[in-house]
Nanobody, 119 residues
Framework: QVQLVESGGGLVQAGGSLTLSCAAS????????MGWFRQAPGQEREFVAA?????SYADSVKGRFAISRDNAKNTVYLQMNSLKPEDTAVYYC???????????????WGQGTQVTVSS
């Protein structure tokens, strides 16, 4: 069945960088919109970025994060630069035939990877 596995999370100082990866299996990867959402303690899951032919970003990460995909490897990436403490959250990989900015639009989810940014 469909499986999304995230990796690359960790602890980083403010201003640093991390790259998250999401390996997908069980679906025709190139046919799906792929995206990243995040959820901080006490907060709702929020949209971060999405990609199929074009890319979309939340205003809070524009200019700092970059989403990309490698269809040959069935993998989507999230390059995170100039990280801020407010970026601290569990980051979830998402896949959907019609993926929007609401978490409910996703068809499949990864288990999440923790990103912690220290000040």
């Amino acid at each position: 069945q469909v499986q999304l596995v995230e990796s690359g999370g960790g602890l980083v100082q403010a201003g640093g960088s991390l790259t998250l990866s999401c390996a997908a299996s069980g679906l025709t990867f190139s046919r799906y919109h792929m995206g990243w959402f995040r959820q901080a303690p006490g907060q709702e899951r929020e949209f971060v970025a999405a990609i199929r032919w074009s890319v979309s970003y939340a205003d809070s990460v524009k200019g700092r994060f970059a989403i990309s995909r490698d269809n040959a490897k069935n993998t989507v990436y999230l390059q995170m630069n100039s990280l801020k403490p407010e970026d601290t959250a569990v980051y979830y990989c998402a896949a959907g035939e019609r993926l929007g900015t609401e978490a409910g639009s996703s068809d499949y989810w990864g288990q999440g990877t923790q990103v912690t940014v220290s000040s």
